[in-house]
């Protein structure tokens, strides 16, 4: 976008926002629409007629033919089911019919979305309704609802809904809080979330070849390239013309559809990129960053190249994540984590700064178990992302602040440090009062939190619903304490240093890729969920439920449908990586083997060198490749914890195995016989 004004008017132009609504809709409908939104009261019925009919005009005006509505069921996609706008009108002709019955309602027969129980096959209805909150949008030319996804019998199944509720209670928690420091004026609470995307970006013609990558998102074989990202060429440099013509048409693409894309850069490994937009409301951020995978695979797709969300597409290399930057704001503007120029005195800075670490010291399996995830388990703790370990940054002065607190002496600043001063630039810069921790899994960046353990392809709906739900459950509680109290203002600083005090230990500013800090984190307590398989069975625990029931999030038994859907979702994704991992050895590498001993002449010494290796190797391979297959037909046949114990322990052993022989036979064989592109290929060719 290069700011003239017929560019400025293509920014959003398929996006139904409040001031493209105002437009088709009367003035007294749209008044009532934002009251509703405002203080989350349902739509009357009238209201939901003119905006049905200003929609249909609107999405006609803009050569929509269809609409759908849009929802985000557990797989963690999206779904849509297109519905044309034309009816017969009886007399031979037609009509273009869309009224409020198919805006606030529809009945998608869903039975083949995971639903953990909560629906047989046989009830198959599952229902979406529209959500008023966040706009319409139209997407090859048809109009998309965002939607909730429910099941018959009322309960939920989709992403959205919880994030909703949790925005709802976090709403309820904070403005109790924020009334009793005193606060009369503020009337909501918004969730502002930033989403930062890492992607890589490789030749579709390579893709195509390797059925890894087709099939799982991720390379199982490959060995490394001679060069990685030692060099530290990569990162923030210039962005090649391929690459630029692909982010040029993506930001218009995102444009178009009111999403703000605000920052593109290269990233840390070969061929890794990042997008930022501008932050917004929870519930849009979360709309956009699915809107925004979607855009760059056809994108990339166009450019014949494939985007690639997965958290660790290639191995020895560093993966990719989706950093969540979270903050939480009065309908005033203000911001409660902002910590003002003297956070030191700044006393509701610091009682929702302590609530939240209160929060993340009590349930980090929570907020763990939100990025646990077959591909996520293969990037978090590696030297390159945050380890599987929680703990809070907040930075050197916000740590002296805190420790000021818990000591009861007075906290003394540190001047305004000068960094540059007219020498080398004609310019005066200070210091930020705080370096920044890239290696923290939640780290506080001023005024928000950046929660960096997400993974790349998931969806952001969850870990943002688990963060505002810790922080309200720590509210209500405050909330509770206070409204107990004689003198509510006066008992708010003794509360924060006794919050402060008690869940210090979660604070930490070291080096989190230090192989020192698990055994550090050991010694004060916090948990260690490496993997998946080690997280799930957290999810249930008795303090987990009681937060997500207590404060609306979950029912009891959607707990246990998302717990089971979670754990299939795990042991499907292994399933399908061994058995394609088996297909490629057995049809193309074992092949390969045999051609390249075939075509060895052993006049030479060396070559008969080379023969033998290739051949024990080749050996070992068949064999390992018989193992893989005993253990995947036995996880096959399991269920439930059992599968899962299988799939994340002797499944992947046996896969670590095969991959390990694949990889010298690859650095050995002649490469006129390797049947797929190399690392080097893949990631070197753009
Ligand atoms: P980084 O230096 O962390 O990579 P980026 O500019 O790539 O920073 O991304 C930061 C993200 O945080 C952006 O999406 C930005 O809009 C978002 N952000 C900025 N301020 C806030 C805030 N107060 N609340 C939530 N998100 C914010
Ligand atoms: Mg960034």
């Known amino acids: 976008m290069k700011g003239t004004e017929e560019e400025k008017k293509r920014f959003g132009a398929l996006l139904f926002d409040a001031g493209t609504m105002s437009r088709y809709i009367p ?12 203080t989350r009261t349902v739509l009357p019925e009238n209201v939901a007629d003119d905006i049905a009919d200003g929609m249909k005009r609107w999405a006609l005006e803009n050569g929509a033919t269809h609409y759908t509505h849009w929802f985000q069921p557990l797989t963690g996609e999206t779904a849509e089911k297109h519905e044309g706008f034309l009816v017969p009108d009886g007399e031979g002709g ?11 309602r529809g009945e998608p027969d869903a039975s083949s979305f995971p639903s953990g129980g909560l629906r047989s096959t046989f009830e198959a209805r599952g229902y979406s309704a529209w959500d008023p909150t966040s706009f319409a949008f139209i997407k090859d030319g048809v109009l998309c609802i965002p939607t909730v996804f429910l099941a018959y019998s009322g ?3 989709d992403k959205k809904t919880p994030l909703l509720r949790s925005q709802e ?19 909501s609470i918004r969730v502002n979330v930033g989403a930062e995307q890492e992607y890589f970006l490789i030749p579709k013609a390579l893709y195509e070849k390797r059925e890894d990558l087709k099939l799982c998102g991720r390379t199982l074989i490959g060995a490394d390239a001679p060069k990685k990202q030692e060099l530290e060429d990569h990162y923030f440099g210039a962005i090649k013309p391929e690459v630029i013509a692909f982010m040029h048409d993506v930001n218009e693409a995102l444009w178009e559809l009111g999403i703000c894309a605000k920052t593109e850069h290269n990233e840390v490994a070969p061929a890794q990129y990042e997008m930022a937009p501008f932050f917004t409301d929870a519930n849009t951020a979360n709309d956009q960053n699915q809107l925004t995978m979607e855009v760059m695979r056809r994108t990339a797709d166009r450019h014949g190249m494939v985007c690639l969300f997965n958290e660790k597409p290639f191995a020895g290399i560093n993966g990719s994540g989706k950093h969540v930057n979270w903050s939480v704001a009065t309908d005033q503007g203000e911001n409660l984590f902002s910590p003002g120029s003297t956070p030191a005195e700044n006393t509701r800075f610091l009682l929702f700064l302590a609530a939240f670490l209160k929060g993340v010291d009590e349930y980090p399996e929570l907020l763990r178990c939100s990025c646990a995830y077959a591909g996520n388990d293969q990037r978090l703790g590696g030297q390159e992302a945050p380890p599987a370990v929680i703990s809070v ?12 607190i818990i000591r009861e002496t007075p906290y003394v600043g540190r001047e305004a440090d ?7 630039v004609l310019l005066s810069l200070s210091r930020d009062n705080t370096d920044r921790n890239r290696t923290s899994p939640v780290a506080f960046t001023g005024n928000k939190f950046e929660f960096r353990m997400p993974g790349a392809s998931q969806s952001i709906a ?7 739900t810790i922080l309200a459950g720590e509210l209500k509680e405050i909330a509770d304490e206070l409204e107990q109290s004689a003198a509510p203002k006066e008992a ?7 919050l402060l005090k008690d869940h210090r230990r979660i604070l930490f500013s070291g080096n989190g890729y230090d192989p020192s800090w698990p055994a550090e984190a050991e010694k004060r307590g916090l948990r260690n969920l490496r993997t998946t398989a080690e997280t799930i069975p957290e999810y249930a625990s008795e303090k987990n439920v009681r937060l997500l029931t207590e404060n609306g999030i979950y029912s009891l038994r959607e707990i246990a449908s998302r717990n089971e859907i979670h754990q299939e979702k795990y042991c499907g994704i292994r399933i399908i990586e061994a058995r394609t991992m088996l297909m490629m050895i057995r049809r193309r590498i074992l092949g390969a083997v045999s051609a390249n001993l075939a075509a060895v002449d052993r006049s030479f010494t060396f070559e008969k060198r080379i023969a033998e290796d290739t051949g024990a190797r080749g050996n070992r391979l068949f064999n390992a490749a018989d193992a893989l297959e005993k253990v995947l037909a036995r996880a096959e046949a399991l269920e439930g914890e059992e599968k899962l114990a299988v799939c994340s322990g002797e499944l992947l052993e046996r896969m670590a195995e095969c991959r390990k022989i694949c990889d010298e036979l690859e650095k050995t064989l002649d490469a006129r016989f390797w049947p797929y592109p190399t690392y080097t290929e893949l990631l070197f060719s753009i």
């Open 27 to 38: 003035e007294a409908s749209m008044e009532c629409w934002r009251n509703c939104v405002r």
């Open 94 to 104: 037609c009509r273009m019919e869309f009224s409020r019955r198919e805006l606030v």
């Open 155 to 157: 309960e939920v199944l």
């Open 169 to 187: 209670a976090l709403n309820t928690q904070a403005l109790r809080v924020l009334r009793l420091l005193g606060d009369a004026g503020s009337e």
């Open 393 to 404: 940054f907040v930075g050197t002065e916000l740590e002296n602040v805190i420790d000021a």
């Open 418 to 424: 000068p960094l540059l001063a007219g020498k080398d």
């Open 462 to 468: 969850t870990p943002v619903t688990y963060l505002n």
């Open 492 to 498: 708010v600083k003794p509360l924060t240093r006794r």
